[in-house]
């Protein structure tokens, strides 16, 4: 086997450097986009899911936007430390979204604003389950220790 002559491992080197500045500056932007859609008012946390979203107008859309960002600082290495009054805040704001059943949903879906299969019940069924488990998701990263409530299930 070959070894790489020293011009092809300086360049190997820049190259490295090169992509963990570019992987740096890219997490740098990401995190402060989703400072950005702080919702206000709302605990530390609690996202937009767009800057022209209008929180007091679609305040549903909050889940969606909490739970993604979420995902996102935890892919990025930046949630606060579990136990924090920060995640316990954000945690409580997302099982204040959750039903009695266990299930999570987005405020303001009504049967005639839905569709996913022509069967309503089917629909519904979709949806429920993709929005828990998002939220569930995002709680498990939150607080690993979180169990979730699930009487649906």
């Known amino acids: 086997m070959q070894?790489?002559?020293a011009e092809s491992r300086r360049d190997a080197h820049?190259?490295?450097?090169?992509?963990?500045?570019?992987?740096a500056m890219a997490r740098t932007r990401s995190l402060a986009w989703l400072a950005a859609?702080?919702?206000p008012g709302e605990p530390a946390g609690v996202l937009r899911i767009s800057a022209a979203h209008d929180a007091a107008r679609w305040p549903g859309m909050l889940?969606?936007?909490?739970?993604?960002?979420t995902m996102a600082r935890a892919l990025l290495g930046a949630l606060p430390a579990a136990g924090s009054p920060e995640t316990k805040a954000l945690v409580r704001w997302l099982l204040?979204?959750?039903?009695?059943?266990?299930v999570f949903r987005i405020q303001g879906m009504?049967?005639?604003?839905?569709?996913?299969?022509?069967?309503?019940?089917?629909t519904w069924g979709y949806i429920d389950?993709?929005?828990t488990?998002?939220?569930?998701?995002?709680i498990a990263c939150l607080e690993p220790e979180e169990r979730p409530e699930l009487a649906f299930a």
Request: proline share 4%; glycine share 10%.
């Open 133 to 138: 488990n998002y939220s569930l998701g995002a």
């Open 14 to 23: 820049a190259f490295d450097r090169m992509l963990q500045s570019g992987v």
């Open 3 to 5: 070894s790489l002559s």
């Open 63 to 69: 889940l969606p936007g909490t739970y993604n960002g």
């Open 37 to 39: 859609m702080q919702a």
């Open 129 to 131: 389950f993709h929005v």
């Open 110 to 122: 009504r049967d005639d604003t839905v569709f996913k299969k022509p069967d309503l019940a089917e």
């Open 96 to 102: 204040a979204q959750r039903r009695a059943d266990g």
